[in-house]
């Protein structure tokens, strides 16, 4: 098991950019951020947990929803293990506590949107845009 821990999240105006951030650890697996896919997810109150980006192992690949696309960009930084979601035009439908995940990929390159295909997971931060 990781540790994630998101950081970043706060209190917008509609058209704002703000950048998450997801620190990993994985001091008590042994484990290291380069052999996890990583991806970001949300969830809006009332609603069920939706994709947001994903990364490859190699930053080769990248994956976005739909409603996000254009807007958002995930990037990483394996060196310094952390995973980042740059968020841009920011609008009131984004407003959601956003989580990362990790998925442990023997694939360099594989990503997926499936929630379920990531074993561990941050506590969570929040977004609120405002108008």
């Known amino acids: 098991q990781v540790q994630l821990v998101e950081s970043g999240g706060g209190l917008v105006q509609v058209g704002a950019s703000l950048r998450l951030s997801c620190a990993f650890s994985?001091?008590?697996?042994?484990?290291?951020?380069?052999?996890?896919?990583m991806g970001w997810f949300r969830q809006a109150p009332g609603k069920e947990r939706e994709f947001v980006a994903a990364?490859?192992?190699?930053?080769?690949?990248?994956e976005y929803a739909d409603s996000v696309k254009g807007r958002f960009t995930i990037s990483r930084d394996n060196a310094k293990k952390t995973v980042a979601l740059q968020m841009n035009s920011l609008k009131p439908e984004d407003t959601a506590v956003y989580y990362c995940?990790?998925?442990?990929?023997?694939?360099?390159?594989?990503?997926?949107?499936?929630?379920?295909?990531?074993?561990?997971w941050g506590q969570g931060t929040q977004l609120t845009v405002f108008s």
């Open positions: 994985g001091r008590t697996s042994g484990r290291t951020f380069s052999e996890y896919a």
């Open positions: 990364i490859s192992r190699s930053s080769d690949n990248t």
């Open positions: 995940a990790a998925d442990r990929e023997w694939s360099y390159t594989y990503i997926t949107s499936n929630a379920h295909h990531y074993s561990d």
